[in-house]
């Protein structure tokens, strides 16, 4: 079993900025990528940013500039800096992880969500 657990959502107000985290835990044999993902009401869930274990992010067009991914291998660990938030990036942010638990079995696993809401 992995699990992976995120942290750091909130309220913020635009123009300000929040940081996500989320840990993978469990039965990891190793980890190929970690990204976030987000998903409005109504709307599919889309990539915000992935980086994979070499470190090569990649990130959707409207986060580009103000986003910015980052991965910790020894810990299992990925951040995402959130700048200059803006109203239309408020969403649920799901942490995913593309994750062998065998040396040759893998799965995509998820978060369970973090709501990031910027308003005035």
């Known amino acids: 079993q992995v699990q992976l657990v995120e942290s750091g959502g909130g309220v913020v107000q635009p123009g300000r900025s929040l940081r996500l985290s989320c840990a993978a835990s469990?039965?990891?044999?190793?980890?190929?990528?970690m990204g976030w993902y987000r998903q409005e009401p109504g709307k599919e869930r889309e990539l915000v940013a992935d980086?994979?274990?070499?470190?090569?992010?990649n990130y959707v067009d409207s986060v580009k500039g103000r986003f910015t991914i980052s991965r910790d291998n020894a810990k299992n660990t990925v951040h995402l800096q959130m700048n200059s938030l803006k109203p239309e990036d408020t969403a649920v942010y799901y942490c995913?992880?593309?994750?062998?638990?065998?040396?040759?079995?893998?799965?995509?696993?998820w978060g369970q969500g973090t709501q990031v809401t910027v308003s005035s």
């Open positions: 995913n992880g593309r994750i062998y638990y065998t040396p040759f079995r893998w799965e995509d696993y």
């Open positions: 469990g039965s990891i044999f190793s980890i190929v990528a």
């Open positions: 980086i994979n274990s070499g470190g090569s992010t």
